[in-house]
């Protein structure tokens, strides 16, 4: 399992569970941002073993930049969702899905698959 994770959620509520699901499981959040730019400014500048990406985030944005981000820095993630997404299959295929909600016990289960 990744010790360090950046967290990639818009939303402060669902991103202070992540924080305290997280914790319960021994890892560290390095870092939280909402938006696409604070999450390429996090990527570029963080030690990280790990992200948890939402699809939706802030104004609207997509997390297309962020996912390729994280592959050119082969950092493994796990996306999360809240309902369908329309990335390019391409962009999400070797990654882990959740959909919210979920459970201690998924976060755990997909964060073991990276």
């Known amino acids: 399992m990744p010790k360090q994770i950046l967290v990639v959620e818009d939303d402060p509520l669902v991103s202070?569970?992540?924080e305290n699901y997280l914790e319960a499981l021994g890892v560290e959040v390095v870092g939280?941002?909402?938006d696409v730019?604070?999450?390429l400014q996090?990527?570029?500048?963080l030690t990280i073993?790990?992200?948890l990406v939402d699809i939706h985030l802030?104004?609207?944005e997509t997390s297309?930049?962020?996912i390729a981000a994280l592959k050119a820095a082969s950092i493994p993630f796990v996306v999360m969702t809240g309902g369908s997404f329309h990335l390019a299959e391409a962009m999400v295929a070797e990654a882990p899905v959740l959909t919210k909600p979920f459970t201690?016990?998924?976060l755990e289960r997909e964060l073991d698959l990276i």
């Open 64 to 66: 297309e930049a962020v």
């Open 16 to 18: 202070l569970m992540l």
């Open 104 to 106: 201690l016990a998924e």
């Open 37 to 39: 730019a604070a999450s």
């Open 32 to 34: 939280c941002a909402e």
């Open 49 to 51: 073993d790990a992200a």
């Open 42 to 45: 996090k990527i570029a500048s």
């Open 58 to 60: 802030a104004n609207g």
